[in-house]
């Protein structure tokens, strides 16, 4: 069975970090590229961050960039997601995705809350 487990959502206090890591199972994704969205109540999802697989670049949101940090260990099937200087407004749950074909099929994991405090 494919399977991607996201973990590390917590609450936290504004100004903290908190490390969500998402390890898969029953595939390897060393060929694609991995995913953070998020989504708040009342809110569309959002996308937070990507890494490419073939050369490792990432991309952030506007709201994200300069304080969270995707990587991927694609010896342990693990992407991560450090995330610094939390904000209230990140506040939401937190899904990784695996971009298996672009537009056709891609795998979701079943997301980690995460709740900042002000």
């Known amino acids: 069975d494919v399977q991607l487990q996201a973990s590390g959502g917590g609450v936290v206090q504004a100004g903290g970090s908190l490390r969500l890591s998402c390890v898969a199972s029953?595939?390897?994704?060393?060929?694609?590229?991995l995913i953070w969205f998020r989504q708040a109540p009342g809110k569309e999802r959002e996308g937070v961050s990507c890494?490419?697989?073939?050369?490792?670049?990432?991309t952030y949101g506007d709201s994200v960039k300069d304080r969270f940090a995707i990587s991927r260990d694609n010896a342990k099937n693990t992407m991560y997601l450090q995330m610094n200087s939390l904000k209230p407004e990140d506040t939401a749950a937190y899904y990784c995705?695996?971009?298996?074909?672009?537009?056709?099929?891609?795998?979701w994991g079943q997301g980690t809350q995460v709740t900042v405090s002000s």
């Open positions: 995705n695996v971009e298996v074909v672009p537009g056709l099929l891609d795998y």
């Open positions: 029953g595939f390897t994704f060393d060929y694609h590229h």
């Open positions: 890494i490419r697989f073939s050369d490792g670049t990432t």
